[in-house]
């Protein structure tokens, strides 16, 4: 996902050396951004890892796993975790070829090996994306039309739509099967022949498009018309006799606060990248001073970007009130089981000292 302006740092770094060396030596004195992210990224990977195996557990309980939206949350915590990891070696083999100008992950990739792993990474990265385009639809008709079922508000639906979806997110991104190899560098990319075919549908069809200009285009708008349908019956809310929408309410809240965190995060680096692809592609070779001095913000964009993918087991229990509930009966499920072994092993301990 960060990788779009050093495409076309390849498409004009293959111009000329000199360039080249000119690049690397600004490079050496703005490493800040580098080392705040190598530092950074394992802490967020870890505490995230954590957070979305917690999440999964939760929505998979026999309280929630029937209704819709725990469906998305679900998968929802599945991709993020994949990508995470995904993160984390980037940043491992971007680390050893910082320190020992070569990486030990992609080092020892075949054409296969970089094909699958360069899908599966943009797969992970828009799955993510557009579940929560799933959901700000999903509770844009639970808010707006609450009392029609439609299928996508159905277990069923949801685990349809989450299929779909990702069967298109596959589809779209066929071309890294074609198009991505072993290069001479021992990393994977495209090669010289496809380079600048594959940097134009990377920046401009996955980054901008599918990434940037759709998914949020369609969460400002449903999270828009959701913010002023809860304004507009608010004082139907404050009934008692509206249990069922305050519940939903409820709901929801924490579904905008998922879609707002998304936004909020990503939106740093997916302006700051198309806005270095853009000078990149207008300047020529004379954006280099530009891209070098911005490479620490970027990294640190991308550091804030990794929240996105961690911070959702924080957001449903400080605004998730069901969450909290199922999350503390599955740990004194365990707490009472173990009591149950405990106090059934004493009394068996018990009667053999009887009979004995």
């Not at 939206?69 to 680390?95: C, G, H, K, N, W």
Request: hydrophobic share 45%.
């Amino acid at each position: 996902m960060e990788s779009n302006t050093a495409l076309n740092y390849s498409l004009l770094g293959n111009n000329t050396g000199e360039i080249h060396t000119d690049f690397e030596n600004a490079a050496e004195t703005l490493k800040w951004g580098f080392w705040l992210k190598t530092v950074l990224t394992p802490i967020i990977v870890f505490a995230g890892i954590i957070g979305n195996i917690l999440s999964f557990v939760v929505m998979k309980s026999k309280a929630l796993r029937h209704k819709s939206y725990p469906q998305y949350l679900s998968a929802l915590a599945v991709f993020d975790t994949l990508t995470l990891i995904i993160r984390q070696i980037r940043s491992i083999d971007e680390y050893f070829r910082e320190t020992s100008t070569s990486g030990v992950i992609f080092h020892n990739f075949d054409d296969v090996g970089c094909k699958i792993f360069n899908f599966t990474e943009h797969i992970c990265y828009l799955m993510s994306s557009w579940l929560i385009v799933l959901m700000a639809l999903e509770r844009l008709i639970a808010v707006c039309m609450p009392f029609k079922k439609f299928l996508i508000r159905r277990r069923s639906g949801a685990t349809m739509a989450i299929v779909v979806l990702f069967v298109s997110m596959s589809l779209s991104q066929a071309f890294r099967l074609v198009m991505v190899e072993q290069l001479e560098s021992r990393n994977c990319g495209a090669s010289d022949s496809f380079l600048e075919l594959y940097s134009n549908l990377h920046i401009y069809f996955y980054h901008m498009t599918l990434t940037f200009i759709i998914p949020v285009t369609f969460v400002l708008v449903c999270n828009g018309l959701v913010l002023c349908q809860i304004f507009k019956i608010r004082h139907e809310i404050n009934s008692r006799h509206h249990r069922a929408m305050r519940k939903t309410h409820r709901t929801t809240s924490m579904l905008l606060t998922v879609s707002f965190t998304y936004l909020g995060t990503l939106l740093p680096l997916l302006t700051l990248s198309l806005t270095l692809d853009m000078i990149v592609k207008t300047r020529g070779p004379d954006a280099y001073s530009v891209y070098v001095a911005m490479t620490p913000y970027l990294d640190i964009a991308i550091v804030v970007s990794l929240i996105n993918y961690a911070a959702n087991f924080l957001i449903y229990i400080l605004s998730g009130k069901n969450f909290r509930y199922e999350l503390k009966k599955c740990f004194c499920r365990k707490r009472t089981y173990m009591r149950s072994v405990t106090v059934r092993n004493s009394k068996e301990t018990k009667e053999q000292n009887i009979r004995l």
